[in-house]
């Protein structure tokens, strides 16, 4: 029987260690309950600092394609303009649009011309400013017109189908709104809006419903931001203040002063800019709305496009007293306008003898609180526009 002697190998690392130290390094095969807190401690300190760092580039990152998207809508409405020698109306005024139209489209049938006034208009042939709404008007005008001079609104690829069988005596004499259809395959659009983000239910087509605009039923819809609710607006600047409409050919309870508000996302007024203005003629007192011209508006001479931001919340209608103090609210508040870059607030005020005296006191950066209806917060801060370089709080003023 031999004997099998076990030699340790020179090259083995575990030669010259002490048995007893041996048995210690083979115990410790795991962390010990300090390493394990310490690396959870390290981990939440880079969550802590990585979170907020990754939240602030996805909310820029949204910013930026909204900003982009205005541009390109922006883009869209100088191209308008150059095609038919005019800026698109808002809508909000008869005495623009019916003046626009006839320039843009001279031969305009009756028909065409008479079936937008049904749009706009009640039973008693009162103006609604709010019919085609604010962020309506971007889509009626934008999304292209029928090459057929004489019916640019209701021939092949224009807005509005007719919706009644062509061989009936009234297919290509009706005015009535209800024989019409919002049309999604619109020609020579000049911005190519996505039909999902139209406020409009293309599907009732299929089951031979009328397509109109889900948001409020008429035939023209809004057309929404990229992955939320609030629509785009657009306002031109022949109406960014009074309405020039008479008040007496409105419908009741119109206010004449440009807007838009819709309860689920707020509302807006065109922004002014921090430019003062003196007023001209015989002064503030006896000049009208000479206090609303005080302030410079923002693209004074051409259009406002807002986004609501990514609060999808444009604001509050500001209104105030006409009053020096201005510090009460009352029934027949009027109308406020923000300032661009200071935040601040001005309202219609006769009484001032500056601009500086048509300010609300204690608005500033936006701030809403105190305000008509109860607003609490500034969610005009994330708004975007077409003239602001991002939000219009990467703008304010330090």
Request: charged letters at 20%.
């Amino acid at each position: 029987m031999s004997n099998t002697q076990v030699h340790n190998d020179a090259s083995s690392p575990d030669r010259h260690i002490d048995p007893a130290a041996r048995q210690s390094l083979a115990a410790r095969h795991g962390f010990t309950l300090v390493e394990i807190l310490v690396v959870i401690v390290i981990i939440g300190i880079l969550a802590g600092i990585a979170i907020p760092a990754v939240t602030n580039v996805i909310a820029t990152g949204r910013e930026t394609a909204l900003k982009v998207e205005i541009t390109q809508l922006a883009d869209s409405v100088e191209q308008y303009n150059l095609k038919y020698g005019d800026y698109p109306p808002d809508m909000s005024s008869w005495t623009i649009a019916q003046r626009h139209l006839k320039k843009a489209f001279p031969r305009m049938s009756q028909r065409d011309l008479t079936l937008l006034y049904n749009m706009c208009h009640d039973g008693n042939g009162r103006f609604n400013p709010a019919a085609v709404d604010r962020s309506e008007a971007l889509v009626l005008f934008l999304g292209g017109f029928s090459d057929d001079a004489a019916y640019p609104l209701t021939g092949a690829g224009g807005p509005f189908e007719c919706r009644l069988a062509k061989n009936n005596a009234a297919y290509t004499t009706t005015t009535n709104v209800a024989d019409f259809q919002y049309n999604v395959s619109r020609n020579d659009a000049l911005f190519e809006f996505d039909v999902a983000r139209l406020t409009v239910n293309a599907a009732a087509a299929e089951t031979g419903g009328q397509v109109n605009s889900t948001d409020d039923g008429d035939l023209i819809p809004a057309y929404q931001m990229d992955g939320r609710a609030a629509p785009f607006v657009y306002f031109e600047s022949r109406t960014y203040g009074g309405i020039p409409d008479a008040v007496s050919t409105l419908v009741a309870g119109a206010n004449p002063y440009n807007g838009y508000y819709n309860p689920d996302f707020g509302g807006v007024r065109p922004y002014k800019t921090n430019v003062p203005v003196s007023p001209t003629g015989s002064g503030w007192g006896t000049e009208p709305d000479a206090s609303l011209k005080s302030w410079k508006f923002a693209n004074d001479k051409s259009f406002q496009i807002i986004a609501a931001g990514t609060d999808d919340t444009f604001g509050t209608l500001i209104r105030m007293p006409m009053t020096a103090a201005q510090n009460t609210v009352a029934a027949s508040d009027l109308p406020a306008y923000f300032i661009e870059k200071t935040g601040k607030a001005m309202t219609i005020n006769s009484n001032a003898t500056s601009p500086q005296q048509t300010l609300i006191t204690g608005m500033d950066g936006f701030q809403e609180d105190g305000a008509v209806n109860g607003s609490e917060g500034n969610a005009h801060l994330d708004n975007i526009t077409n003239f602001s370089s991002r939000t219009l709080e990467s703008d304010l003023e330090t």
